[in-house]
Structure formats: structure tokens, C-alpha cells
């Protein structure tokens, strides 16, 4: 009888969903708070990179591994979005999340 072995599916899988979901994270969290977010990445990634290497079970330390990779990733893509927004690629935000605030204090000032 012939066994069948779905690791590599299931980490294949996960590292597709892992991936994918940056993707849009990194465009978004460029978008609403500018390149100042790249730390969180890193924050993130270390946390997943020391799971990886607590973690006993195989599986799951390799998810843990390329999620704290991919975390990784996000900060250099971070800072390519920026330039990728710089060249007209993708919209900009002008007023990033400390703007706003700075915004709305000049307008409770002025009424």
C-alpha cells in the first residue's frame, strides 16, 4: 500500500497564504503609516523566528519560519513601495497616521 506524505502540501499551502498576505499588508501599512511601520515587521518576524526555533513540531516550525521571513521581507518591500509611490505606481497618502493627528489639532485650535 502506497503512504502518502502531506507535509510538503500543507507547508506549500501555508507558505502561498503566508506570502499572499503580505503582499497587501506591506502596500497598506506603507499607505496609512508611511515606512515608520518597518519595526512592527520586525517585531513580527522576530517573534515568529524565535517560535520557529521553540517549537517541536516540524510543521509548524517551518510555517513559523517563513512567516518570520516573510516579516523580514516586508521591510525591505516597505521601503520599495515607497519609491514604487514615488514614481506614480501606487497612490499617495498625504496625510500618513501622525499627519492626521497634527491635522486635527490645528483644526480644534482654529475654531
Known amino acids: 500500500m502506497i503512504s502518502l506524505h502531506f507535509s510538503g502540501i500543507i507547508v506549500g499551502i501555508c507558505s502561498f497564504l503566508i506570502i499572499g498576505l503580505f503582499h497587501p499588508l506591506v502596500i497598506k501599512a506603507e499607505y496609512y503609516f508611511g515606512v515608520r511601520f518597518w519595526w512592527v515587521f520586525l517585531v513580527m518576524g522576530l517573534v515568529g523566528l524565535a517560535g520557529s526555533l ?7 516550525s517551518i510555517i513559523l519560519g517563513v512567516f518570520a521571513f516573510s516579516s523580514f521581507w516586508g521591510i525591505y518591500e516597505m521601503f520599495e513601495q515607497r519609491e514604487r509611490v514615488r514614481k506614480g505606481w501606487y497612490p499617495k497618502r498625504d496625510n500618513k497616521s501622525g499627519d492626521r493627528r497634527r491635522k486635527s489639532e490645528e483644526s480644534a485650535t482654529e475654531i
Open 54 to 60: 521553540l517549537v517541536a513540531h516540524q510543521i509548524l
